[in-house]
């Protein structure tokens, strides 16, 4: 205070440091002349006129320092409201202050995310974010206040340096990918496997609610967009008859299965903000099938002739990409069928000792002729042409027969020749086999497969061939042509025994005597 003054008019003058300011004169409500101050801004009262005797006790001073508020807004990846290390600031926001008198002014964020609002006189105020400044598809996970609704009110006192008015944004993510035709059914997307469309995917938060439905585009390519941080699995409606591949099978991510069999779900997907998760992907395929028939092929020409019978009861294997094997027989019509089978890579195999005694194949798919093929069963296909076929050996015989009347018809009592050499000739003439007649005269060449035959004789000596095929019952001719000592040729075709290439020959015989004059007429010489 200042005393012993005389009267008359005066003013205090108040002086401060830089960092200190003066507070204008208060005319709020409830001040009054002894709680206000009574500078101005520059130090200076008003005049006080002081007359003899006068105490005037309500010449006060207030001052304050400038404040300040701001501090970062922040790329928040996971969603937690935390600056997690790594975390990097959101430039070039603008971020707006509002004054106690309702006037504003902004700034924007710098590379870190950084902002300040400076010399700012205590009061009441709010720091606003524009969204429009934003990183597009934004969410908001934090700010001071709680209200995630981007303006914070801050109460700025004097010295105050309020800076924690941070603001936390992360930009929405998306999960999608690819439904494809996995035709080999292996999980892994091969080239030229094309897109599924129209396949039901949904998408489920960590409790298992059902956030999103999709469907997949013309391409088999779905995308759940928009996505908050969390974490989420996606699910496969599995349309009819499809089956879902094998999981994450391969070493690519980007080109697997991520759809458990099982469940029809991918494993937990942890969504931070931004991602564009592209690699959930799912593999479908259909069963398949292989099979056909096994069948008589009579004429060996390796076609199914009408009035080729299949052949029953034939025991057909088929070995599985795992190698392991299962079984069928085939029906009475010669047919087999094993279905509902995973494409792959199988092969269909024939149990030799299971087809009739004496077979020769002459047909199957792969034309390797060992009674094996193997097969790719692609997804959704029936493979229907794996047939085989096979003939019965035939044979070619009967019986050489003495003559004994020359007239190339086995007549009652006419016995069998053994001994003779018999010789079997093929299509060109070269020698297919030989055999000699047996004690009563017969001979057979077994094991024939199908084609053109001639049988020939080599007569012994002093013997001669009978008429060829004189009579009407062929079964009891002689087939050997007298010139050539060769049968005609015998057409033999699967499963026949061809049991009437007869030969007859016979020995020449003499007549002669004597001519006598019988004296006494008795006929006696």
Same mark, same amino acid.
């Given at each position: ?132 400044? &934003? ?39 998306? =999960? ?5 035709? #996995? ?71 980007? &080109?697997? !299965? ?13 969504? %931070? ?46 070995? &599985?990409?795992? %190698? ?10 010669? %047919? ?111 094991? &024939? ?7 020939? =004789? ?20 002689? #087939? ?21 290439? #007869? ?6 015989? !003499?007549?002669?005597?004597? =001519? ?10």
């Amino acid at each position: 205070s200042f005393t012993q003054l005389e009267s008359g008019e005066y003013y205090l003058q108040f002086t401060s440091n830089n960092s200190i300011w003066f507070a204008a004169p208060q005319t709020a409500a409830g001040s009054t002349t002894a709680n206000d101050s009574n500078i101005d801004t520059s130090g200076l009262t008003a005049h006080i006129t002081l007359l003899s005797g006068d105490i005037n006790l309500s010449m006060d001073a207030g001052y304050y320092q400038k404040a300040s508020v701001g501090d970062r807004i922040w790329n928040d990846v996971d969603g937690d409201g935390i600056q997690d290390a790594g975390e990097s600031g959101i430039k070039d926001v603008k971020v707006t202050l509002t004054y106690p008198d309702s006037s504003t002014t902004y700034v924007t964020t710098d590379v870190n995310g950084n902002y300040l609002f400076s010399n700012l006189i205590p009061g009441n105020y709010t720091v606003s974010i524009d969204p429009a400044t &934003l990183p597009s598809n934004y969410q908001q996970t934090f700010e001071k206040d709680g209200t995630l609704n981007g303006s914070v009110a801050v109460v700025l006192t004097s010295g105050s340096a309020a800076a924690d008015v941070d603001f936390g944004y992360y930009v929405k993510s998306s =999960i999608g990918n690819f439904v494809w035709l #996995d035709t080999d059914a292996d999980g892994i997307q091969d080239s030229g496997e094309p897109g599924m469309a129209g396949v039901t995917v949904t998408l489920y938060n960590a409790a298992g609610t059902i956030v999103a439905v999709r469907t997949t585009d013309a391409n088999g390519y779905y995308v759940f967009s928009d996505l908050l941080v969390g974490t989420y699995t996606v699910g496969i409606t599995v349309p009819s008859d499809t089956f879902i591949s094998p999981y994450q099978a391969g070493a690519d991510r980007a &080109l697997d !299965s991520d759809v458990n069999v099982g469940t029809g779900r991918s494993a937990n997907i942890a969504v %931070l903000g931004g991602q564009t998760i592209t690699d959930i992907d799912a593999g479908l395929y259909q069963k398949a099938s292989v099979g056909d028939r096994i069948w008589n092929d009579v004429d060996a020409d390796g076609v199914q002739d009408a009035g080729e019978a299949g052949i029953p009861n034939v025991t057909v294997t088929l070995t &599985l990409p795992d %190698l392991s094997t299962i079984n069928t027989t085939t029906d009475a019509n010669g %047919l087999y069928l094993f279905d509902n089978l995973v494409p792959g890579n199988y092969t269909v195999s024939i149990e030799q000792a299971t087809l009739p005694l004496n077979y020769q194949q002459t047909s199957e798919k792969d034309g390797s002729l060992d009674g094996s093929v193997a097969v790719v069963l692609s997804s959704g296909i029936d493979v229907v042409d794996v047939d085989f076929g096979y003939y019965v050996k035939s044979s070619i015989g009967d019986l050489v027969w003495e003559d004994t009347d020359a007239d190339g018809i086995q007549d009652s009592g006419e016995p069998g020749l053994p001994g003779v050499t018999v010789t079997l000739y093929d299509a060109g003439g070269n020698i297919a086999a030989t055999t000699t007649t047996d004690a009563n005269g017969n001979y057979v060449f077994p094991d &024939l497969l199908v084609g053109t035959y001639t049988v020939g =004789i080599t007569t012994p000596s002093g013997m001669f061939i009978s008429p060829y095929q004189a009579g009407a019952n062929s079964a009891l001719d002689s #087939d050997v042509n007298v010139v050539t000592g060769l049968s005609a040729d015998i057409a033999a075709q699967g499963g026949q025994d061809i049991t009437d290439i #007869d030969a007859g020959l016979y020995r020449m015989a !003499s007549v002669g005597d004597r =001519i006598w004059d019988d004296v006494n007429g008795d006929g006696v010489q």
